[in-house]
């Protein structure tokens, strides 16, 4: 196909001309300061600017060369032409690794930058991709640095608060470094330091991001993503705030305090505050450290590792599963270097969940709504999956969430994997959806939605690199789906009421309803992979009976007041 003769219109020659303008002027700053005087004035304000605007040199340069990329590329093709969907993922692609190199040369907030681009759910696949691979790591300060925010923060004094503290840090990334440090009373424990100037570098850097994805907004009224750098700044704004990331973690720890094989450090409120951290220490590797796990102390005449690794990636699931199904209140950056795995505990092992700066609080309805989602996706009930799907928000799209959410399509006739002749006609289907289909379908998400599948999507990817079927995560996710829907606020009520024994009876009895209803999800799904024969039409019509008899609505309705009646009846009688 010869492409046909193309001119810039004049708002985008305009828009590229000022672009590279910018790029002039700010490279003759970059040009007029050398490392060693960056290096020298980083901690002055002078310098911080100085240092600013040769980042935003960097960044200029790489957006007027990626717009001029896309308009040179793919100038004068249709959209839905085979062509066009092979050169822009090609484009994509090249973008990325623009933006890859910008992000790891500017450092700081634009590594930051990078991976919450990479962690979204609505860009190309070549970006998250590409940007996934940034790794958030620093040469740290020196302590004089460090010692002088520590002075600010907790006293004059504060280095007799601990019998020991040490200079070297343990991690450095690029808005805090960690130390560890002994307490009088022998209490090991994490000291989470912020940079004193990040604040000002993240106005600075952000309002920079803000600046070009306006600019884009304007040059190309079709571009959907104005709102990244606002999004971005915001979850900036929540993890510098460390009294934030504090209470965030204490009510993580309230909500899992059943569940013995997590860990969430405790919090020293007096050594804390919005740039000191300090909280309990524990010592682990990330959880993707397969090399760690066949190390670990595990006796193997009783566990297998491959049993062991699976053990592991279980409990990692059911921690998430948990938070999204039951509580509704989500850890919003479970990547592995978030998630250690500590050789204490009962079974050999406990996963310690760290960095608690950003959370995700589901709107109690949309929890409901979703733990009824995943039960329809199991089972593949297209009728409910399209009824949620549109109270969602999804549409004409919400044919897609098993695809989404199981890999595999609503119309499938395996239980949990998929013929080679459903994964072709998947494949075509999927591929005559533009780019913009799938963007037209994000928008239309609540922000809910699209937080959950970019969590899930983190998870999936760990628990692949850790050899775990996929199956694994299904059946527990649909656990707790069912379990959630029936026993959600038991666990808040009995610990805020005096009626606790009432409360520990009746949570009993919902999570014998939720087991027995979650046993009957499995035997449907497994007959529902059978060829269909007249005696598996009869159970699975009595299976259908019995499963439409246990739900969330007869029991809140029954089951409540019985029990409010019969504690009542036994305090009159005694």
Known sequence: MTPKPFNFPAKRRTG???????????AAAAQASNTHELSSLSTGKLGAEVHGLVRTARAVSAVASTVADYEFSLRGLRKDSDQYRHLISEVHLRSAKRLLKLCEVNKGFYVKAGQFVAAQRVIPKEYSSTLSALQDQVAPLPFKVIKGVLKDNLGPDFTEMFESLDEEPIAAASIAQVHHA?????????IKVQYPWVQQQMTFDTRTMYFLSKTIAWLYPQYRFEWLPLAFADSMAAELDFIHEARNSERAAKNLRNNKLIRVPHVFWDLTSRQVLTMQFYTGRKIDDLDFLNQLGVEPEKVDLSQFTTMVAKSLIELFAEMIFVHGYIHGDPHPGNILVSPEGSNGFSLVLLDHAVYRELDEEFRKDFCQLWEALILKDLNKTLRLGERFGAGKYSRYLPIIFTGTPVESKHAFGISTAEKETMRNELKSLLFDDLSSFMETLPPDFIAIMRIDGMIRSIIRKMGVSRVTRLLTYTKYAVYGLLCSKLDVESSRSPMKFYFAVEAAFLSFIATLKYVLILIKVLLGS????????????VLNYMYSKITSEFWGIVVHPVFLLLWIRLNVLF
């Open 16 to 26: 590229l001309l000022l672009l590279t303008a910018a790029v002039a002027a700010t």
């Open 182 to 190: 002994v307490l009088k009373s022998d209490q090991e424990v994490a």
């Open 530 to 541: 059978i060829d269909s024969t007249p005696w598996r039409r009869k159970v699975n019509n």
